[in-house]
């Protein structure tokens, strides 16, 4: 088999996996990543060897190559050929219809309630796609803003954390263009103060604070933008040295009107208790953090949807740094659950920080991390208690 076709198979695998393979511990993770998109198994073994971190005395089998393609969306290896090797002179053409139907997708379907299990998949796959096609990705996230359901679903309710400080993050302008209400503004600028944070672009943190708007907060305003609102201010103050006293207050007091709203409501995946379980654990609140994973947990466990869910991970997290506990961590890489999908390198950096919180720190892990920062950008994480 062609050394061309096997690099272009392990450049797929990693954009489906959510970042390079540099560890066996990467590959121990794609194995079960891959048994839960196909059902089908592969050796962790065999993609140590693949990914040339053992030596390799011998190619991968065909079915091995036929499972690995499967999982990278492919029907065999020779698609992946055709993909990366075939005759692109009409390329332009079938990538603007391609493109039309992308964003009539999100156009054409009615923003009716909390859809999140409904629209993750294709969130998901819209991704994939544009991490394939970059010189989609102006025209696609342009268009996408000027709809209902882009903006509900693609920006404010599954943003693509990995790129915030990438092509999401230019994205804003055209979501905060489309949708220049309080609602909107409020979104838009907070999800910026949250990547000036993460990249240590202080000036820029103030300037994008400065221009969120005072909302009014009624029952009828949406959680997960109220949970942005209340984030950012908790960024702004940790760069300030200002106390967060009064922001901790605020959040409680909406957290009541929350609970109370849910009573009458149909579920709705609690994306306030997790957006502030986060800002507050990483500006170092660790006890008001872990309040808010027990209500976010709780609350999906009445639903029976508590196992595997995004708040395992700061709740990890949370226990690393408070305790330095060094049981053996929760596995995460069969979970990827709804808000996870679309932060798999900033989730892989959260969960290395909580391992080199123990005495063992792997050079691999170690490495990784330093990829991994640098890919995105997250300077500030380095500077975590944590680290």
Known sequence: MKQTLLSSLKKELEHSFGRKIVSSRDCIQ??????????????????????????????PSSSTITILSRYCG???????????????????????????????????????GNEERTFYPIVEQTIVFLERNPSLIDKFQ????????????????????????????????????????????????????????LTKNNEQLLHHASQIPK???????????????????LYQADITGRPADGILADAK?????????REDSP?????????????????????????????????????????????????DFASFHKEGDPRKKKDY????????SFSKKYSAIIKLLSGLNTKRIKVSDKQQLSELIKETGYKKLLSLPVY
């Open 74 to 112: 492919f029907n065999s290896i020779e698609e992946i050929e055709h993909v990366s090797a075939g005759d692109h002179s009409n390329a332009d053409i079938n990538k603007e219809e391609v493109l039309r139907y992308m964003v009539s997708l999100f156009k054409n379907i009615e923003v009716t």
């Open 267 to 315: 579920f709705s995946f609690p994306d306030f208790e997790l957006i502030l379980c986060e800002a507050l654990l990483l500006t170092g609140h660790y006890e008001d953090g872990s309040e808010y994973i027990w209500h976010g947990k709780n609350f999906l466990s009445e639903s029976g949807l508590d196992k595997n869910s995004s708040f395992d991970l700061w709740e």
């Open 30 to 59: 794609m194995v079960e990543d891959i048994y839960r998109k196909t059902g089908e198994t592969v050796n962790a073994n065999t993609l140590r060897r693949f990914f040339g971190l053992v030596k390799a005395d011998y190619p």
């Open 333 to 340: 890489a069969e979970k990827q659950e709804l808000n996870y």
């Open 253 to 261: 007091k909406y957290h009541a009107g929350i609970k109370a709203s």
């Open 142 to 197: 342009r268009e996408i803003a000027k709809t209902t359901t882009g903006q509900y679903y693609y920006y404010e309710k599954m943003p693509n954390i990995d790129r915030l400080n990438g092509y999401f993050g230019e994205g804003l302008r055209h979501y905060l263009r489309s949708k220049a209400s309080e609602e909107g503004k409020v979104f838009g600028h907070s999800m910026q103060v949250f990547r000036d944070w």
């Open 215 to 233: 909302p009014d907060i009624t029952p009828a305003f949406p959680p997960h933008i109220l949970g942005r609102f209340i984030a950012a201010r």
